[in-house]
């Protein structure tokens, strides 16, 4: 069974930082581009960052720009989300998800993602 599982949520003051993970199971994901995105309460799944294959080519948000960087270890079959600087309006469950029909660039389309992880939850108190 393929599954993606995020884990190092939690609660954070503000500025605080946090390291999620995404684990891979199943199958390689080493040549798929995959991605983090966020949903907050009463809001639309956002975006956050993507990574292309190789972990070359990345795509930031604006809103977390200069904040949180994406890499990913495909030998451990694992991608990371390292914020910092974190802030209230951060708060939300954050996914990972892989485009398998992706093996160049980073991916930035939702309704490209064909496997999702359950998601972790990210509160940053004020």
């Known amino acids: 069974q393929v599954q993606l599982v995020e884990s190092g949520g939690g609660l954070v003051q503000a500025g605080g930082s946090l390291r999620l993970s995404c684990a891979a199971s199943g199958r390689t994901f080493s040549s798929d581009a995959m991605g983090w995105f966020r949903q907050a309460p009463g809001k639309e799944r956002e975006l956050v960052a993507a990574?292309?294959?190789?972990?070359?080519?990345?795509y930031y948000a604006d809103s977390v720009k200069g904040r949180f960087t994406i890499s990913r270890d495909n030998v451990k079959n694992t991608m990371y989300l390292q914020m910092n600087s974190l802030k209230p309006e951060d708060t939300a469950v954050y996914y990972c998800?892989?485009?398998?029909?992706?093996?160049?660039?980073?991916?930035?389309?939702?309704?490209?993602?064909?496997?999702w992880g359950k998601g972790t939850l990210v509160t940053v108190s004020s």
């Open positions: 998800a892989a485009d398998t029909d992706n093996h160049g660039g980073y991916s930035t389309d939702y309704y490209a993602m064909d496997y």
């Open positions: 990574i292309n294959w190789s972990g070359g080519r990345t």
